[in-house]
């Protein structure tokens, strides 16, 4: 041990090893036993002198944020011990050592502040019983592993651990916290991060992400918890492990089935659809879901199988056009209507549909979720759902990055569309809101509403939710999932997929008819990764050079005529409620264009959003002037985004 720490000194003194790399090696050996696994890890990285590697997973204390943590379970340089016993599937045996990466003391430690919080709330509540905790995980390396850890955790403090005995996608685990009628929830997830990242994302009892009061009181237990100690309780104090299986799936997919406006669409035009889950959990409820309403469902085999390293694509993320390559592969023989991805924890979804050619084409999110809200909104006043009497209670939810189409089609029809700040916990939290304008009675019983019984007392005394999305590929149709669905996307899409059927066109032709009338909305985003620790500091220095340092009059020649950040300015959304601070930067450009700069929540890169639109002066375009204007638009996109990716490289 005096050895190593005098190597870790020099290599301080050498510039090798930052300052706080070390403090956080030193205290991580001083909390575990002489020769430990942790010990003998750093020994070895620090004999092959991979200073980089240390600095990488020791220069942070891997942070429990809003949402939970995400971060590395497998380094870029994996040690002997780590990968231990060789294994089939490409895993090492054992997750990575460090206190900036994902392993079993991360996940104690998350787990740990969490339950102590939450048996806090429900005795604080004055509820009778133990407190429950759902806990879900999808098909990463570690995911069971650290899930079974989650549940011993929670049972050791004195909760009911409710475990999914196979993995299961993040929006079923929101529909069992409510359904279960959890304290809280914990998926074991990274979405569609790569194969090294894993993930662990907090639920509060309605079923979405924690928000304040209660993420910032769980952060500050779980900072507190590791210096206190840990009384054991008795068994008789202890929680029980309880198995969540099929019975819960089915109580879930009869839920999803209500979503489906038009049922008679899917018998009276056949829909076949190519499916896959891009080696993650969405297989589980999107087959057997599709074919029960009449849709002819091919799975893309290859894919179906869970596999940690996602070896069939180089991303598992349904937004790259190469994820979907062998499902259209499989639509083209198939002669199949169109694809279906979802990520591996299947709460994003993409698609690829034949144009007026045949030819398979991607949709963006923005586009697949323009074509359901301008469906959903069109079903449900031709149903008398929505009518001129009850529209003023119903209601759109999108992203401040989500394009502004939703808000042009929505507002058209009389019916609100409220913006939030980015992430589904956002949208979770109005949700939430909405449900406690109910009378007290419909409150007590509100989970155990049909669909029908629901939409009919939101509609009458509360707010209706017709759609939420976000342009990142996630979309909510149901009140009774409080994130975003892959598996509802999927069904609600196809049935779209087979109203354009019914009326003679592609859905590319459905989206040009909805650009006519209200105008094209051209989007694009893009991001500027920052890896490690270095990127950190990368990601930091160019956000305030933005807003401090250099901030931008102009880009691409056009004044920036209105700027508004987002961590320093009162915000209000369209309903009053105040905007949470966050770390976003939106310049208005003279002609309307816009950028929004903003460092993503899960992933160590920046992100742009690059807005244009321009609408008919009068009726409609014709389809000559939409394919001018798209042709403008987009050029004038690319050259805003080779500006700001110049720009934004000077000054890193």
Not at 64 to 77: A, D, N
Not at 214 to 233: F, G, N, S, Y
Not at 340 to 353: L, N, Y
Request: charged share 25%.
């Amino acid at each position: 041990m005096t050895t190593l720490l005098q190597s870790i000194t020099s290599a301080v003194a050498a510039g090798n090893l930052s300052s706080s790399s070390a403090e956080n090696i030193r205290m991580l050996l001083k909390q575990e036993a002489p020769s430990s696994f942790s010990e003998r890890v750093v020994q070895e990285l620090v004999a092959r002198e991979e200073w980089k590697e240390l600095n990488d997973r020791f220069f942070r204390t891997l942070a429990f944020g809003t949402g939970g943590l995400r971060g590395k379970t497998m380094g870029e340089v994996i040690t002997s011990l780590e990968l231990g016993n060789k294994r089939s599937d490409g895993r090492p045996e054992f997750s990575c050592v460090g206190t900036n990466m994902i392993n079993d003391a991360t996940i104690t430690r998350a787990t740990r502040g969490l339950v102590t919080y939450v048996c806090r709330w429900h005795r604080k509540q004055q509820r009778l019983g133990r407190p429950k905790i759902c806990i879900s995980y999808d098909t990463r390396f570690f995911s069971r592993e650290f899930a079974e850890l989650t549940a011993n955790v929670v049972r050791e403090y004195g909760c009911d651990a409710l475990l999914f005995e196979a993995p299961r996608s993040t929006p079923e685990l929101s529909f069992a916290v409510r359904y279960c009628k959890a304290t809280a929830g914990v998926n074991i997830t990274a979405s569609h991060n790569p194969p090294a990242y894993n993930g662990y994302k907090v639920y509060f009892e309605d079923g979405a992400q924690v928000i304040e009061p209660h993420a910032t009181a769980i952060i500050e237990l779980v900072d507190q918890v590791e210096k206190e100690k840990h009384e054991p309780l008795t068994n008789e104090q202890q929680g029980e492990m309880l198995l969540l299986g099929t019975a819960l799936d089915e109580a879930y997919r009869e839920r999803l089935e209500s979503l489906v406006l038009q049922p008679d669409l899917f018998q009276t035009h056949e829909i076949k659809v190519v499916y896959t889950p891009l080696h993650g959990v969405g297989g589980v409820i999107i087959v057997p879901l599709l074919n029960s309403v009449g849709v002819t469902c091919l799975p893309v085999a290859a894919q179906m199988v869970p596999d940690g390293l996602f070896s069939t694509v180089r991303s598992p993320n349904p937004e790259n056009a190469e994820a979907l390559t062998l499902g259209i592969t499989l639509a083209e023989k198939e002669n199949a209507d169109l694809v279906i991805a979802t990520d591996p924890d299947d709460d994003r979804m993409g698609v690829a549909v034949r144009d007026a050619a045949g030819q398979f084409q991607l949709l963006t999110g923005n586009q697949i979720g323009v074509l359901l809200v301008w469906y959903r909104l069109e079903q449900l006043f031709a149903l008398g759902v929505l009518n001129e009497e009850n529209k003023k209670h119903a209601v759109v939810i999108k992203s401040i990055v989500t394009t502004d189409l939703q808000k042009a089609i929505t507002e058209k029809r009389g019916v609100s569309c409220v913006e939030t700040l980015t992430g589904f916990k956002y949208i979770g939290a109005k949700l939430e809101r909405y449900e406690k304008l109910l009378p007290a009675a419909i409150q007590t019983s509100y989970r155990e509403l049909s669909e029908a019984e629901s939409r009919a007392a939101r509609l009458r005394d509360a707010l209706y939710f017709v759609f939420g999305g976000e342009e990142s590929y996630g979309y909510s149709l149901g009140d009774f999932v409080r994130d975003k669905d892959g598996n509802a996307a999927a069904l609600c899409f196809s049935e779209v997929a087979a109203y354009a059927k019914s009326q003679h066109k592609t859905l590319p032709e459905l989206l040009d008819q909805i650009y006519s009338e209200y105008g094209f909305y051209c989007e694009r985003g893009e991001s500027l990764a920052f890896e490690g620790a270095q990127g950190a500091g990368q990601m930091k220095n160019l956000i305030d050079s933005y807003t401090t340092t250099a901030p931008l009059q102009s880009i691409d020649g056009k004044k920036v005529v209105q700027f508004q950040n987002f961590e320093t300015e009162t915000i209000l959304d369209s309903e009053g409620e105040v905007l949470p601070k966050e770390a976003m930067l939106i310049f208005t450009l003279e002609g309307d264009a816009r950028v929004i700069v903003r460092p993503s929540g899960t992933e160590p890169k920046i992100k742009y959003y690059l807005f244009a639109a321009k609408k008919p002066v009068a009726g409609t375009f014709s389809k000559e002037e939409l394919r001018c204007v798209k042709q403008q638009l987009q050029q004038e996109l690319e050259r805003l985004w080779e500006w700001l990716k110049k720009d934004a490289l000077d000054r890193v």
